[in-house]
Nanobody
Framework: QVQLVESGGGLVQAGGSLRLSCAAS????????MAWYRQAPGKQRELVAA???????NYADSVKGRFTISRDNAKNTVYLQMNSLKPEDTAVYYC?????????WGQGTQVTGSS
């Protein structure tokens, strides 16, 4: 029932910007914390940003000041605005939520920051 669908990835020159979107269905969206993770080749999946049902946010140190997570509960969508992209931001980005103790992931979207 729960489905997360990411979009918005692409190839951007270093210093550029992208906005990722994640559309959720099958949940009462406004009740849940939403998060973005990323996984680069050969590396562990890591938390990038999270936003609670109340709008509180948390960011990895590596993206603070550059990325912004937001949500639109009316659209059941969470966003990740990525500015000042660096080559080290290159990864597959995944939308995530936890519902009733079960972890749900989107299919992922590729982000490449070229040097």
């Amino acid at each position: 029932q729960v489905q997360l669908v990411e979009s918005g990835g692409g190839l951007v020159q270093a210093g550029g910007s992208l906005r990722l979107s994640c559309a959720a269905s099958g949940i009462i969206f406004r009740r849940y914390t939403m998060a973005w993770y990323r996984q680069a080749p050969g590396k562990q999946r890591e938390l990038v940003a999270a936003i609670t049902s109340g709008g509180n946010t948390n960011y990895a140190d590596s993206v603070k000041g550059r990325f912004t997570i937001s949500r639109d509960n009316a659209k059941n969508t969470v966003y990740l605005q990525m500015n000042s992209l660096k080559p080290e931001d290159t990864a597959v980005y995944y939308c995530n939520t936890v519902v009733g103790g079960l972890i749900y992931w989107g299919q992922g979207t590729q982000v490449t920051g070229s040097s």
